[in-house]
């Protein structure tokens, strides 16, 4: 066994005789008002994820105005999921090796000049463009998304853990809301092109509230610890630390199953408000009331979960079957497709339950995975929710382009979301899960 494995293990020990003693959290207000890091951290997030919404949205409004085909849209998110999915081998190392906060800060600058180049998207023929600037954006998200998950800890206690974890998640849930909203109103008034430059500049403002945080390095490599034959054997070890840690696996693997089938509604979302319930250019403002709506259904789910689970673990495992459960609800719900109102409320509670799998997901983890190998499981975790969000990208597109109508393909999207739900339920029963760390 390696000197990693071995350092892992003891930590991991160390973790599991303490993950039932009560730690009492902090609230939300004192957690900003008193953890100046976590706060620089909190608004650089806000103001990326804002950025990253508007993004989003006119990106697929363009695709509907230059192509308007299902495999055309399908393709954008296939793109924005596989991306981060071919770095996520490198990220996870890099987020272990070397400083975390100057890795974040340098993907901020990267992809604030990365996104200024969609302005150069004008012709169904620059579609090439788009997909390939949208390739590098988030393929550089790829090592940023991991390393802002890994250095969360870092800046924060035991009792704070908890409640920076669940605000986090709800930013995002927020920034999605507030994000998509506004992207789609810039974008059905003002057009396309704004949404891009406003993207780039939430990227630079990010950089520098990250540059405030005082941050020490928390993992110093030796010389000999450099080399790129060492970082290969470091990414082995961590997949290695996942194989013997299967009940870490099977955590990492909610977002990736939920993804899988959940994923292809955001193909579904373009059409639906391109041809059905169209609002503004290219259906814009209507697919940012989408958006809106799942933001604000992935934000209010976990925090009135959390309400009654706390951070106690046993308790946030049996919730996630919850989570899976309401996903599959809302995509019933919206199905029919017979008014954009009901579609709307359909779309909050399947948000409530992808947000509820996420945060609680996201908190096992980082309640159960010691800091050496955080990196990298998280990375691993990241590379896998890509890959099935793709996969269902890819199918979505392509069913849309079939026989198939939306609403059947809702409709299956439904049954299948509780077949991972189904799965987790059986898994606790079998392994009577208490909360510890795996052995």
């Known amino acids: 066994m390696s000197r990693l494995n071995k350092a892992q293990d003891r930590e991991g020990a160390s973790l599991s005789s303490s993950s039932n003693q009560p730690v009492k959290p902090v609230s939300y207000g004192a957690l900003v008002r008193g953890n100046a890091n976590f706060r620089n951290l909190w608004l650089g997030q806000i103001v990326s994820l804002l950025g990253d919404w508007f993004n989003l949205i006119a990106s697929a409004a363009l695709i509907a105005q230059l192509s308007g085909t299902g495999f055309a849209i399908g393709t954008l998110f296939v793109v924005r999921m596989l991306a981060p999915f071919v770095v996520s081998p490198v ?47 988030l393929g550089i998200s790829g090592f940023f998304f991991p390393t802002r998950n890994a ?22 849930s927020v920034m999605l809301a507030l994000g998509a909203a506004l992207g789609g109103l810039v974008s059905g008034i003002w057009g396309i092109n704004p949404a891009f430059v406003i993207d780039a500049m939430t990227f630079i403002l990010s950089a520098f509230f990250i540059f405030r945080v005082n941050y ?23 997949l290695r630390y996942l194989h013997r840690h299967v ?47 799942a933001g604000v259904g992935t934000g209010f789910g976990p925090i009135l979960a959390r309400y009654f689970t706390g951070d106690r673990d046993p308790a946030l495992r049996r919730v996630i079957i919850l989570g899976y459960g309401l996903a599959s609800l809302g995509l019933a719900i919206s199905a029919p497709l017979t008014s954009f109102p009901i579609v709307l409320f359909g779309t909050f509670i399947r948000g409530a339950g992808g947000g509820i799998i996420w945060v609680f997901s996201t908190q096992l983890l980082m309640q ?56 987790w339920w059986f898994w606790m029963g079998g392994n009577r899960s208490t909360g510890e760390s795996p052995k």
């Open 91 to 137: 990220a996870g190392v890099v987020a272990d090796r070397y400083n975390r906060k100057h890795i974040l800060i340098v993907t901020d600058l990267i992809r604030a000049v990365t996104v200024l180049g969609f302005l150069l998207v004008t012709r169904p023929e620059d579609l090439w463009l788009l997909y390939t600037l949208t390739a590098i954006q």
């Open 151 to 172: 250095i969360l800890p870092d800046l924060v206690s035991d009792r704070e853990l908890g409640a920076a974890n669940a605000l986090s998640s709800t930013t995002w």
């Open 216 to 238: 020490q390095e928390a993992v110093q490599l030796e010389d000999s610890e450099k080399s790129i034959r060492r970082g290969l054997q470091q990414y082995l070890d961590g």
């Open 247 to 293: 009940e870490v696996l099977m955590i990492s693997l909610h977002k990736a199953a939920s993804a899988l089938f959940v994923s292809g509604f955001q193909v579904v979302q373009v059409i639906i408000t391109a041809s059905i319930f169209t609002i503004g250019e290219a259906g814009g403002i209507s697919l940012g009331l989408m958006f809106a709506v």
């Open 368 to 423: 159960l995975v010691p800091n050496q190998v955080r990196g990298r499981v998280f990375s691993t975790e990241f590379a896998l929710f890509t890959l099935t969000s793709a996969i269902g990208a890819a199918v979505a597109g392509a069913v849309l382009d079939s026989a198939l109508g939306v609403t059947e393909t809702i409709g299956w999207m439904a049954a299948l979301t509780l077949v991972p739900g189904i799965f």
